[in-house]
């Protein structure tokens, strides 16, 4: 309880802004590579998975690429968060063409107030 209190009373002192949705990718959708820009006072993006990708399931994966264009590609799993953190990093990032399934996620944008 105590350690519970002890992280609510952190989350208060913080000010934070938050605008999410629901993106579903329905097959043939996509999102090309890109970086975000720059976003003011935004500080990072969490990404949660609503739905697994069906074993045999093509497309609809998260690919980050790293500063070297490194490939790191994320597999849409119920339950995973992802978390980019735009303090950092304003990395590159797609998600693939779906192909024969619906990728449905939660998206929520974290802003300093």
């Known amino acids: 309880k105590k350690l519970l209190k002890q992280k609510r009373n952190l989350f208060a002192e913080k000010k934070v802004r938050e605008v999410a949705n629901v993106q579903t990718y329905l097959p043939g959708s996509f999102i090309e590579k890109h970086d975000d ?5 935004r500080f990072a993006v969490a990404l949660i998975p609503l739905n697994s ?41 797609q998600v693939t063409k779906v192909e024969d399934w619906c990728r449905v996620s939660f998206v929520s944008f974290l802003f300093n107030c």
């Open 37 to 41: 820009g720059i976003v003011k006072d």
């Open 53 to 93: 990708k069906p074993k045999g399931a093509s497309g609809g994966d998260l690919v980050l690429y790293t500063k070297e264009d490194k490939e790191i590609v994320i597999e849409s799993n119920k339950g995973d968060v992802v978390i980019l953190d735009f303090t950092q990093n304003n990395l590159k990032h």
